[in-house]
T-cell receptor
Framework: DAGVTQSPTHLIKTRGQHVTLRCSPI?????VSWYQQVLGQGPQFIFQ???????GRGNFPDRFSARQFPNYSSELNVNALLLGDSALYLC???????????FGPGTRLLVL | AQKITQTQPGMFVQEKEAVTLDCTYD???????LFWYKQPSSGEMIFLIY??????QNATEGRYSLNFQKARKSANLVISASQLGDSAMYFC?????????????FGSGTQLTVLP
């Protein structure tokens, strides 16, 4: 079975631009979460979606938004990019009622 | 206060030997879960092992075991018979069940290097 997939793998943007990151969960998984991992740190929780509804939001500004589609895939949008948004963005999926989150390979975003 | 503390920024171990990676946590939630993930240089977080706060026995998964000491709030990862492929960053994480979100809080990680 395919794991969590994310696209694109790498992205370079300039300050002020907008970016959309995409995630497809493991088949059968209805929960998708997004994390930001800045170099040298552990991942930080951004959002969790379950059945297309937002179930949780981390301490991130309103420039960050997300949504989940009927096929359970998800998009993370970041507006007005700042240099500090440069990071590895990880998507994770989980089964309904399951505890373990399975991560994708991530999208490396560089903001210049 | 830090919810997850990993005090070892880097660790070295000889191939075929066992190694313990430390993790302490802080929560007032009576129900929680503890996880260990491995992150190679490629970036993907690989799930290793899970321990629930009410589990009576320590979790084991192949060469990985979790030394869970609830009173001390510690959840150390033990890797037996280390292999060169075990060289990676290791993260301890916690999910508190009181919230509705499936949110993981991660520590700062330990970089493990296995020496031939």
């Amino acid at each position: 079975d395919a794991g969590v997939t994310q696209s694109p793998t790498h992205l370079i943007k300039t300050r002020g631009q907008h970016v959309t990151l995409r995630c497809s969960p493991i088949s059968g998984h209805k929960s998708v979460s997004w994390y930001q991992q800045v170099l040298g740190q552990g991942p930080q929780f951004i959002f969790q979606y379950y059945e297309k509804e937002e179930r949780g939001r981390g301490n991130f500004p309103d420039r960050f938004s997300a949504r989940q589609f009927p096929n359970y895939s998800s998009e993370l949008n970041v507006n007005a990019l700042l240099l500090g948004d440069s990071a590895l963005y990880l998507c994770a999926s989980a089964q309904a009622g399951g505890e373990t989150q399975y991560f994708g390979p991530g999208t490396r975003l560089l903001v210049l | 206060a830090q919810k997850i503390t990993q005090t070892q920024p880097g660790m070295f171990v000889q191939e075929k030997e066992a190694v313990t990676l430390d993790c302490t946590y802080d929560t007032s939630d009576p129900s929680y879960g503890l996880f260990w993930y491995k992150q190679p240089s490629s970036g993907e977080m690989i799930f290793l092992i899970y321990q629930g706060s009410y589990d009576q026995q320590n979790a084991t998964e192949g060469r990985y075991s979790l030394n869970f000491q609830k009173a001390r709030k510690s959840a150390n990862l033990v890797i037996s018979a280390s292999q060169l492929g075990d060289s990676a960053m290791y993260f301890c994480a916690m999910r508190e069940f009181s919230g509705s979100a499936r949110q993981l809080t991660f520590g700062s990680g330990t970089q493990l290097t296995v020496l031939p």
